[in-house]
DNA sequence: AACAGTTATGTAATCCATTACATTAATACC
DNA sequence: GGTATTAATGTAATGGATTACATAACTGTT
């Protein structure tokens, strides 16, 4: 494989003009640039990579931390991620955590050891200490979840806001028993939603029962599955549930129809996120609306102006109600 | 940011001293090696992955390339690669293609400049001269579809009989009128399967009608949605119907559920991959399992063996017939 | 103590491209 | 034509590690 030297003699130049020609740079004469172009073409030259990014000190790579590709509402912010990436010439490495910490720690060190650019943390459960002291040296920004005052620039959306519009959608409906299936406390948009939720019933004097509030380890449609599971063994059910991701929602959809009772005209039920399969289920689900694609497009230039050294500030982007067979009837 | 220099300044010995310190080497006398640790902790150093890379030429970068990250079926390969990578200290960059020759091109340059080690590619649409072009100086192997006689190693499953035996499935539950919703036949696993389900009708005397073959563009909801509505509107409508893919029969089945039928009682559905959705739909998907995650492990591994230089065979991998809701009633 | 044989460490070349600075060529102007 | 500018090209240092080969420091033996 030929490098810039052996171009640089068969076009009868220097190294220094290759490279100029490599780049684009406007001081070449054309027949010295076609002299060039023409031994690259001859040999076959494909710059290093390894070469001119140990040279400039950067990798283009940016890395996504997820704490699982499984989850639809993650894959759609990658697209946007990697479409505004490519369009800036930087390339995506995805990492899925799985939430632990040692496969996050083997990802830190590809940024601490330069061959990635920076990062977007998009993990919950991430070890946000660690994240701190990290961003302090390398560029990081935070995506959907994010660390109130850590300094981290972060992308989100209104979840305090945007879970009161969901039970409020609700209780206008005429519903009054209504439970919500949440994720982990100890996640921030966990307790927003939480608050949004009770906001939008104290609203309206309707006061939350405790055995209406489900917490679930993780995200997925089992879980979903399993906290309908509890909800229908009440002794008294509630009328409409409101998930906090639309995961959950489906597996709690799904449990309702095999438990022989029907969405919504027993059960209505109301998700979050809007990711496609909230729309091929039967019936479809009602659900808040994130931009995830935009939101994965702003992170990837958020990040990208921070590795360049701008000043970035977080953002809070629009949700909206979507309102499906699930909650109408 | 501290150097190798810096470091084996600080420790009264040469970068060389260093380096096989970081390497592990055995030559080290055990003092030396603590008075290099302890000027590695004391400068905060990290090794340049950059700078190792050049010199190794290596990148331990693994390239991915799909041709959507929203298709379960290959975020759950996803997931065996990554693991596999992971645990032999390669990373994953994910290409999502789009089926766009451009893109796709951004991507191989990657490995062209040495950014990347190989390839794994799940694209069925991509350009198969240029990847075997490609693959003759560089380390490729295809994942789920292929290219026979490519020379390009693989690992796949047996498309022909997994698509009898589910066509079969159908035939011994008394269904005569079968319809196949497929994509491309420029696709081999469109031919391979709709091979399979050719032969399971022929095997029992049933004659294919051609207004029952389906041909769709991409493999998503929408398309199996569009597909069944079209096999709705015949005269003489199908008691069943095989997809090519889970997406395509989860579409086709919200059409079967919107137009007022049931499922399986009017039309069974039959599906293909063994997505996690298709136990979450209403009713429950009878589909055919790919080993995903394995399919990914192998792939992972067969690509890093290649880039070592060893000699890969492709290999074919178990399917299995998943029965539930959707053809039982 | 002297020498051979090991073992540990050091020197310097190397991987490949970028770029500050130096030099040469080309153009402008009197 | 000769000098002053400007534009094009070249030289060589640089980024940060690895490693073949050279050298120095031991260990063991007589």
Known sequence: MANIHQVAMLAGVSVATVSRVLNQQETVTAKTRIKVEEAIKKLNYEPNLLGRNLRTSESRILLILIPSISNPFYTEIIKGIETTALSQHYNILLCETDSNPERENIYYDLVRKKMADGIISMDPAVNIETLIKLAQTHSIIQCSEYAE?????????????AAYRAVKHLVKLGHERIAIINSDEKFLYARQRLAGYKRALAE????????????????????????????????????????????????????????????????????????????????????????????????????????????????????????RESTSG
């Open 204 to 323: 309206h004097g309707i006061n939350p029962r405790d055995s209406y509030s489900l917490y679930t380890h993780q995200l997925g449609f089992d879980y979903g599955k399993q906290a309908m599971k509890k909800i229908l063994k009440l002794e008294e059910k509630p009328t409409a549930v409101f998930a906090v991701s639309d995961l959950l929602a489906i597996g709690a959809l799904k449990e309702i129809n095999q438990s022989g009772l029907n969405v919504p005209d027993d059960i209505a039920v109301v998700g979050f996120d809007n990711i496609d399969f909230s729309n091929m289920t039967n019936p479809t689900l009602t659900t808040i609306s994130q931009p995830m694609y935009k939101m994965g497009s702003i992170a990837a230039e958020m990040l990208i102006d921070k590795i360049k050294g701008k000043t970035v500030e977080s953002i809070t982007l629009d949700h909206e109600l979507i309102t």
């Open 149 to 161: 005052d850590s300094g981290i620039p972060y992308v989100t959306i209104n979840n305090e806001e």
